[in-house]
């Protein structure tokens, strides 16, 4: 008996290993190795024998490629152009025409922004015009793609005005101006690790990088200098070291952050390029190469040091061309792989064997409901002084300050932005959420009054045709004929008027794991 | 005093991550078994809080601290304030109902922080602690929410801190203590046909549809029918089973108000705020620790003062005191504080003048409280005004005071440090060394 069990335990397994592919959301296209990314996950993979999952579909492809790149879904347009599109090489244009688009500098200041922790009011109290002037600076520099060292050594050693010099925020984003809370926010910004967790010497040692800054206020509202205030005159010296051990010997006059911000950028620096391209795997890839993406130690290693150290080689000889390595990693197969395991075994998520589900960022679901039903959405900050003017059709990952925000941005976990670090944005759906989703008037009534559904009723013969046009616009695919199906039915048997059946159709998709999830 | 020691000490920032500080208000949190388990005080008197909050600053003149003999100037066309059931407390003539519930309630008369701004005269109010410095404290709701929610075994579907209808605004009732400890508001009006709370109520929608549609969404979830393994799916699921025992299964009815009876609704007043009162007699009864009424009644009298008395309080009238004697009748008053305060009262001297034609500023310097149930006395009057009410004369009681004394009635260890996310520390009611002004718990009505 157990034995015939596990036969048939062992047939299941060889059939679901052997399935055919599901169109709707795999491509039969074989897995090759060609770029080096996917040699070494590939190779990994074999050796750890894992069977990846498929390559994912077109439309897979090209709803993730949106979300992931520009935290924006595409049109129903740029979905029937993309999924008509006969070029074989779509997918790496559709990539550099995404890498361009302004929405890219949009998402990416985003997530800079919280990491950098741009908020006017408390506890980080940069206040409004310096939040706006420090997101400012942060998405020009995405923009124009400014070399990832030069970014982070403007940051570092800024001095000035917090409204006119933006990165001087840097030192004022922070709850504690100490120079080791200066040390521990540099750390975890910049090399990815968790400084109150060293020995107290060398947290000691780097914070005598930030004993001279001094922070002065002006005859204008609010506006605060940072600047470089040299130890008085024969005041003893503290001994400052480097994080890897090495003392730093600091000339007296010479600003000692660019002692340390000089230090931090060579290129032989073991944290610097290491956190940068494992935030950008991360952030891509759903987890770090090494995890979490900000807790970068000796006893967390990473599960492939070879894809490591090519990634980091990769942005240093760029020269720090943090879009090359976005490219790189949305070229490669691995990252195009499906969201459905071909394996059970626990290392395959580690391993990247396929692509894991993450629910929308609060801010990328917010535009994308409002996007979906054609409607826009409030935001104010709590405290309006200065008052902020936030124009009706302002999205969500554009927001310039975490204190402007939104009872649905704060109930779908936006991150507070208090301290800088990645598992502040929670992207876990509760149920609270579920309630919002499924049953409050805020959604109902974007679905209800939406113009986008209007202009499609008029505009479609009604049928199979307005089902496929909300389909596109909503899951950016056509619907299965199961799923057809399914739809005329529910249309006969729920005796409702036909608006109410395209309402609750258009509930049901935007309630559906494929809406609410990146896969 | 309470004589729980609780087990709070500061989380680290990743216990306070994974306990889910940072994320959304704590309904049905996955989490919520990581939190820390918070000891019940075994002698507590009071187990819920009904805030009913006065927004705006209501004339403290024109309610419970009448100044008859200060003439015209000072209580305009209000000059015979009335008798209470309990001999020598007179309140306004606009409140002849709540004047016969007098020995349930004892009125403060000499609240004082002298703030008269909205903003942090409201924080100052709420949290005891003056405003101006770096950390921004969690308000009474939040504070109780987090000592008498999730943490200390409360089970509800129901979140443990409830705002009826509309949050306060300009007020982070949470602080420090992050979004899972602010209030689920539940929008809607509990006076209209049927009580559109926000995600629980889909006005318009019948639970037939809501079924089909259920059905529909199952259908149509092609992805999460082809992953059926997925653990974040499978507790998406979970959440999805839960939202609909509030959309469709009981937990939701405690706010269908067709379930009360007639008459018992016209005695709370078809308004909303009668109805809120109701409302937050149902909520008690399932066990939900706090709720704020927050009765924006345009209390904010800048102008023509006494035409907005006459037409608001005789609704806060017939709400708040049917509200008392429904508690009382059930046996709930006992373990039920009723607190009613507002961020300041008013200016007593009236301003005549064009625009205000008969209006009264804000005035921090004194204004009135009422409290009542949940092991406060009845029938008191603590501290008083002066002869115009316009300072404390007897008896300053600053908000810290209050606070303080509610959380001893609900067995909240005033000593304990709250969780700050940095580990700061941070106590439920400051230390004397602090700074924050106080004149000592309320022990004439405890």
Known sequence: ?519 | MSHTNLPLVPLNRREALRCGLYSAFGLLLGNRAAAPLLAAAPNAKAKSVIQIWMWGGPSHLDTFDPKPDAGNDYCGPLKTPIATNVSGIRISELLPLLAQQADKYSLIRSMTHGVNSHETASYTVQTGRMSGGREVYPSVGAVVSLFKGYNAGYKGLIPPYIVLTQPQGRFDEAGFLGSRYKPFATGGDPAQARFAVEGVVAPGITDQRQQDRREYLHKLNTLANTLPGDPQLASAKEAEQQAYELILGDAGKVFDLAQEKDELRDLYGRNTFGQSCLVARRLVERGVPYITINYNGGWDTHKLNFQTMRRKLPEMDKGMSALLADLAQRGMLDSTIVWWNGEFGRTPKVQWEAPWNGGRGHHGQVFSALVAGGGFQGGHVVGASDARGEEVKDRPVYPVDLIGTMYDLLGIDTDAKLPHPLGLPARVIPAPADGVKSAGRLKEIT
Request: charged share 20%; hydrophobic share 45%.
């Open chain 1, 1 to 519: 008996m157990r034995l015939s069990l596990f036969a048939i335990f062992l047939a299941v397994t060889a059939a679901g290993a052997e399935r055919a592919f599901n169109p709707t959301f795999e491509s039969p296209a074989p897995l090759s190795a060609q770029s080096p990314i996917d040699a070494l996950v590939f190779d990994r993979l074999k050796r750890l024998d894992i069977q990846p999952a498929f390559l994912s579909s077109d439309a897979v492809f090209l709803r993730r490629a949106y979300l992931d790149v520009i935290g924006t879904l595409p049109t129903a347009q740029e979905a029937l152009q993309f999924l008509a599109d006969r070029d074989p090489a779509k997918r790496a244009a559709l990539i550099d025409r995404l890498l361009e688009r302004p929405e890219f500098a949009d998402y990416w200041a985003m997530k800079w922004s919280d990491l950098l922790r741009v908020k006017a009011e408390f506890p980080i109290n940069l206040w409004p015009n310096a939040a706006q002037a420090y997101h400012h600076w942060i998405r020009a520099a995405i923009r124009e793609n400014q070399p990832y060292d030069r970014f982070a050594r403007e940051l570092l050693t800024a001095s000035g005005s917090n409204f006119r010099d933006a990165p001087v925020n840097f030192y004022r984003a922070m709850q504690s101006k100490e120079p080791a809370a200066i040390a521990q926010t540099v750390a975890l910004t910049f090399m990815g690790t968790r400084a109150e967790n060293w020995p107290p010497e060398r947290l000691a040692a780097m914070a005598g990088f930030f004993s001279q800054i001094g922070y002065k206020e002006t005859g204008e509202w609010k506006e605060e200098i940072v600047y470089f205030k040299p130890r008085p005159a024969g005041a003893p010296a503290a001994a400052v070291a480097f994080p890897d051990g090495t003392p730093a010997r600091l000339a007296p006059g010479r600003d000692p952050r660019e002692v340390f911000a000089d230090w931090l950028i060579a290129p032989k620096n073991p944290w610097f390029a290491r956190n940068a391209v494992n935030r950008v795997w991360s952030w891509l890839l759903g987890r770090g190469i090494i995890h979490e993406p900000d807790d970068i130690r000796p006893d967390n290693p990473p599960s492939n040091p070879e894809l490591l150290a090519y990634l980091e080689q990769e942005l240093v000889a760029s020269h720090y061309n943090l879009k090359s390595i976005y490219r790189l990693i949305l070229n490669s197969q691995t990252w195009q792989l499906s969201s459905i395991p071909r394996t059970t075994r626990a290392e395959a998520a580690a391993n990247f064997a396929y692509y894991p589900l993450r629910r929308l960022d609060a801010e990328v679901l917010a535009d994308a409901i409002c996007e979906t039903t054609g409607t826009t959405e409030t935001y104010t900050s709590a405290i309006p002084e200065p008052f902020t003017f936030i124009p009706e059709d302002q999205r969500a990952i554009s927001l310039p300050d975490g204190s402007i925000t939104s009872a649905f941005l704060e109930l779908f976990g936006r991150p507070p932005r208090d301290t800088g670090l990645e598992a502040e944005r929670n992207n876990h759906l509760t149920a609270a959420q579920q309630l919002h989703l499924l049953n409050a008037s805020h959604v109902e009534r974007k679905i209800e009054q939406s113009p986008a559904l209007q202009y499609l009723i008029r505009s479609s013969k009604g049928g199979p045709q307005l089902v496929t046009g909300l389909y596109l616009m909503i899951l950016s695919r056509p619907p299965t004929s199961e799923e057809l199906q399914a739809v005329m039915a529910y249309g006969q048997d729920a005796k409702l008027k036909p608006r109410e059946a395209v309402n609750d159709l258009a509930w049901a998709l935007m309630n559906s794991a494929e809406f609410l999830f990146r896969h």
